[in-house]
């Protein structure tokens, strides 16, 4: 084992476990802690361990062939699978596009005390893909720089409110150990699905695939090629490793801060701090309902303004990381399945005019409830879309004619 051979496979990884941080996932974490307290800990580090052995498979398929996963879909299926697969990654792709808008419009949002309205936050996230592909022109390994700082700024925001919230340690232990959920019902059922659904991201198969090939391996040396692949493992268990620790930070702040808590509860705490926002919270007894706007704003009505702009700062981190894989995996997947070289400049021109559209309208015409509840409703698309990443993945590791001695036996 080389430390300096580790840092050298450091870098795809990384980029890859932003999709376990964008906003759909911070939503899904902050709405079962809200929901289930505790209980549903041990599906989000089971969903993160499937992801790890999935992430795994596809980047191993990447280091063995020298091809991403959209090429080898192009060169194994006919013509309509392959059309009906580029078709669904697009879709998962444009959905989180929307995810990541959504976030940093709420997060600009409230970092500006309303001023910046959300549809003004909207359209300050069109320009911020282009400042990513200006950051692209430096370098691949600077990018990746760039995005460990983003990570790290998530991991000290969200970590700084699981200090001063101070969470059950007796409880968080259990809910990651023993698979329970003790009086659940169909509310904590649908956000165990939601935690699958905006844990293993679809496209980010064909983006880890993909991004494995910016190292230079001699794929006709067996030892080198072995020895890739056990750097890029290594490598994706300590990234996934921080984002599911960043991920028990959120779920657990709202387990342990607002389980079981009432609108009346929150809305009162909220007057008596002279919120601006208090008229969130209808003061009746019905179970309180967050997401990443309100989650912010009953955080700063209970632990202070500075909990509300670290949340913020956190979420706009979120959403601002995800950018640029959801860009690149644009781009592999347009190239692998149809073999069009757009630059891109046009890809992210297109993808994100698709994604920013409905956005947009919403933000116009509707309020931030609407706005956020298309973050859970993105979380089930994600699901849904989730089969058409993994059969191909599933099925060609574990093809001796495409892995050759690299095939996956089970």
């Not at 919120?275 to 632990?303: A, M, R």
Request: overall charge neutral; aromatic content about 12%; glycine content about 8%.
């Amino acid at each position: 084992f080389s430390f300096r051979k580790l840092w050298a496979f450091t870098g795809p990884g990384f980029l890859m476990s932003i999709a376990y941080l964008d906003p759909g996932n911070i939503e899904s974490d902050l709405q079962s802690g809200a929901v289930a307290g505790f209980k549903l800990l041990w599906v989000l580090m089971l969903a993160t361990i499937i992801g790890l052995l999935l992430q795994r498979l596809a980047a191993r398929l990447g280091v063995v062939t020298g091809l991403h996963l959209a090429e080898v879909c192009n060169r194994q299926y006919q013509k309509v699978p392959r059309i009906i697969l580029w078709l669904m990654v697009e879709l998962a792709i444009i959905g989180s596009d929307m995810q990541e808008v959504i976030g940093s419009a709420i997060a600009i949002n409230l970092l500006s005390v309303g001023k910046i309205p959300l549809w003004g936050g909207v359209l300050i996230t069109i320009a911020d893909t282009f400042v990513f592909l200006f950051l692209d022109k430096y370098g691949l390994r600077k990018l990746e720089a760039f995005f460990g700082f983003l990570i790290t700024i998530m991991a000290l925001t969200f970590g700084y409110e699981y200090i001063t919230v101070k969470p059950d340690q007796e409880k968080l232990l259990k809910g990651l150990f023993v698979p329970y959920c003790q009086n659940c019902g169909t509310p904590q059922l649908e956000q165990a699905v939601g935690i699958v659904g905006a844990v293993i991201m679809p496209h980010n198969m064909y983006l880890h695939s993909a991004l494995v090939k910016s190292r230079q391996v001699n794929r006709a040396n067996k030892r080198e090629v072995r020895e890739a692949n056990k750097y890029f493992f290594i490598e994706s268990c300590i990234a996934l490793f921080v984002s599911f620790i960043i991920n028990i930070f959120v779920v657990t702040v709202f387990a342990e801060a607002f389980f079981e808590k009432t609108n009346a509860d929150v809305s009162s705490v909220c007057v008596n701090a002279s919120s601006p926002h208090s008229s969130l919270f209808p003061n009746n007894n019905q179970t309180l309902e967050v997401d990443i706007y309100k989650g912010g704003v009953v955080l700063g009505c209970y632990f202070g303004p500075a909990a509300l702009y670290i949340w913020a700062i956190g979420i706009l981190a979120a959403g601002q990381s995800s950018t640029m894989t959801g860009t690149y995996s644009g781009q592999f997947v347009m190239e692998g399945f149809l073999n069009l070289r757009w630059s891109r400049f046009a890809r992210v021109l297109l993808t994100r005019s698709i994604a920013i559209t409905p956005t947009l309208f919403v933000a116009i015409f509707q309020d931030v409830e609407h706005l956020t509840g298309m973050n859970d409703f993105l979380n089930v698309l994600m699901s849904l879309q989730l089969p058409f990443a993994l059969i191909p993945v599933l099925t060609f590791t574990s093809l001796p004619s495409v892995m050759n001695d690299f095939a996956n036996g089970l």
